[in-house]
C-alpha cells in the first residue's frame, strides 16, 4: 500500500489533517457540482424556462431512491476507516466485497424501477403541463445513471475510509470534462433538449465508476475489489446495513422532504420552479465545504475511534463543526455580495433573477447553522452513534421544516418558502450541540472510550 496517497486521521495536527483530506474533496464536490450546474447552464441558455423548471424539479425524486444506497456507502465509509485504525485487513476485504454486492443488487433494480415509477413520481409532485414531458424524459434517463452512481459513491466511501481523498478528486475531472463536452454536443448542437443533458450526466457518472474501480484494483490491491460481485459476508453485511441503512433512509426521508417541499414551489408556477433551480447552483457552491469537512469529520471519529485514540477524539469533536461554520458563513457572505451576475449568467428572465436573489441571501445567511449541525452529526456518526443523529434529521425535516412551509404558504406568501430552512437549520443546530453536553453515551465514550 502506498501510504503517501493516506492520510491517517489518528496522529499529527488535527485540523491540517482534516484540511489536507477535505481539500480534494471540496475541490470534487466543486466538479460535481459541475455536473448540474452546466446541465443548468446549457439548459437555461438554449432550452428556455420550462426546461429548466423540469431539470430543478426532476432531480429531487431520483435523489430519494439514491440517497438509500448511498447511505450504505457511508456506513461502508465508516467500517472500512474503523478498521483502517485498527490495522485490521481481512475485515476490509469483507467490508469491500460486500460493498460491491451493494452497488449490483440494489443499482439494477433501482434502474428499472426509476424508469416505470417516474411518470407516477412527477404526478405526486404536481409538475405542471408545460414542464411535463421533459421532465418525465429527464428523470428516466437519470435513473439509468442509478447504478453508475452508487457503484462510484461505495468506491469512493472506501477510499474516504483508507484516507485517500485524492483519487476521486481526478475520478471527477475526467467525467466532469466528458459531461460538459457531452452536454454541449446534445443539447447545444443536437437538440435534444433536457433528455440530452440526462444523458450526458449519466455517461459521465458511469466512467466515474469505471475508473475509481480500476484505481482502487491498482493502487490498493490488497483490498481485492473486483468488477462484479464475488461474495458477500453476512456478518459484515449486518454491520453495514446496521450503520448505513439508518443513515440512508434517514437522508432518503429527508429528501422525501424536500419533494414535499419542491410540490409547494412547483405550485407557485414555472418561473418560481425555474428560480429556484438556479438559486440552487448559487447556494450548493458555498455547500462543498460542508460535505468536504464533514467526511473528514468521520474518517476523523471512525479512525480515532477504531484505534481507541479517545484523547485525540476529544481535541477534534468541537474543532471541526465550528471551523466548518466559520468557513461556510465566510464564503455565504462573498457569494451573497456577487449573487445577481452570477445568477444571470444562467437566465436572462427578470421575474425568474428577481425569486432567484431573494432565495440565495435567505439561504446563504443561515447554512452556518447547517454546517455546525452536519459536523457534529458525522463525528457522532463515526463512531458509530447514529440512533440520535437520526431521530434529530427526521424531526429537523417533518416536525420543522415541511410543517414551517406550509404555513408560510398558507399564511404569508409561497414565494418566501426558503425561509423554512433557517428555521430547520437552527432547530437542528441546537439539538446536536444539546446531544454533546447532555448525552451520558457520548461522554462514556469522549472520557472512558466505552461504545
Not at 64 to 73: K, M, N, S
Not at 110 to 138: E, H, N, R
Request: aromatic share 12%; glycine share 10%.
Amino acid at each position: 500500500m502506498e501510504q503517501k496517497k493516506k492520510i491517517d486521521m489518528t496522529t499529527g495536527p488535527i485540523m491540517k489533517n482534516v484540511f489536507l483530506f477535505a481539500v480534494p474533496i471540496v475541490l470534487g464536490n466543486i466538479l460535481q457540482y459541475l455536473y448540474t450546474t452546466v446541465d443548468t447552464l446549457i439548459v437555461g441558455n438554449y432550452c428556455g424556462k420550462t426546461s429548466l423548471a423540469a431539470v430543478g424539479t426532476s432531480a429531487q425524486p431520483v435523489e430519494v431512491l439514491l440517497c438509500i444506497f448511498l447511505g450504505i456507502g457511508t456506513g461502508v465509509s465508516i467500517l472500512v476507516s474503523q478498521y483502517a485504525g485498527a490495522e485490521d485487513m481481512e475485515k476490509m476485504r469483507r467490508a469491500v466485497d460486500t460493498a460491491t454486492f451493494f452497488v449490483f443488487v440494489c443499482g439494477i433494480p433501482l434502474c428499472v424501477i426509476g424508469y416505470f415509477a417516474a411518470p407516477l413520481i412527477l404526478k405526486g409532485m404536481g409538475v405542471p403541463a408545460d414542464t411535463w414531458d421533459a421532465a418525465v424524459s429527464y428523470t428516466r434517463i437519470v435513473f439509468f445513471g442509478a447504478l453508475g452512481n452508487i457503484g462510484y459513491n461505495m468506491n469512493a466511501g472506501i477510499l474516504r475510509g483508507m484516507g485517500d481523498s485524492k483519487a476521486s478528486l481526478w475520478f471527477l475531472v475526467v467525467s466532469c470534462i466528458t459531461n460538459i463536452v457531452l452536454d454541449y454536443l446534445f443539447v447545444a448542437k443536437l437538440g435534444m433538449d433536457v433528455g440530452g443533458a440526462a444523458l450526458s450526466t449519466t455517461l459521465a457518472m458511469y466512467l466515474s465508476w469505471v475508473i475509481s474501480i480500476v484505481y482502487i484494483r491498482k493502487k490498493f490491491p490488497e483490498l481485492e475489489l473486483s468488477y462484479l460481485p464475488k461474495g458477500v459476508d453476512l456478518k459484515e453485511l449486518k454491520q453495514i446495513v446496521l450503520i448505513g441503512l439508518p443513515i440512508g433512509l434517514n437522508n432518503s426521508l429527508y429528501s422525501l422532504g424536500h419533494v414535499a417541499i419542491q410540490t409547494l414551489v412547483n405550485a407557485q408556477g414555472s418561473s418560481f420552479m425555474a428560480a429556484n433551480s438556479v438559486a440552487g447552483r448559487v447556494t450548493g457552491l458555498t455547500n462543498v465545504a460542508i460535505t468536504a469537512l464533514s467526511s473528514a469529520a468521520t474518517t476523523f471519529s471512525g479512525q480515532n475511534f477504531g484505534a481507541k485514540n479517545f484523547d485525540r477524539l476529544r481535541k477534534g469533536y468541537i474543532r471541526i463543526p465550528v471551523v466548518s461554520g466559520m468557513i461556510t458563513l465566510a464564503a455565504g457572505l462573498c457569494m451573497i455580495s456577487f449573487r445577481m451576475p452570477i445568477l444571470r449568467i444562467f437566465t436572462p428572465e427578470e421575474e425568474v433573477l428577481m425569486y432567484a436573489g431573494r432565495y440565495v441571501v435567505v439561504m446563504l445567511l443561515s447554512q452556518w447553522f447547517y454546517a455546525i449541525f452536519n459536523g457534529i452529526i458525522c463525528i457522532v456518526n463515526g463512531v458509530g452513534l447514529i440512533r440520535y443523529s437520526t431521530v434529530v434529521n427526521i424531526l429537523m425535516l417533518w416536525a420543522v421544516r415541511i410543517p414551517s412551509a406550509y404555513l408560510i404558504d398558507r399564511y404569508f406568501d409561497g414565494t418566501y418558502l426558503m425561509l423554512c430552512f433557517p428555521i430547520s437549520f437552527s432547530f437542528g443546530m441546537v439539538m446536536m450541540i444539546g446531544y454533546y453536553v447532555f448525552s451520558k453515551k457520548w461522554k462514556e465514550i469522549i472520557n472512558t472510550g466505552k461504545a
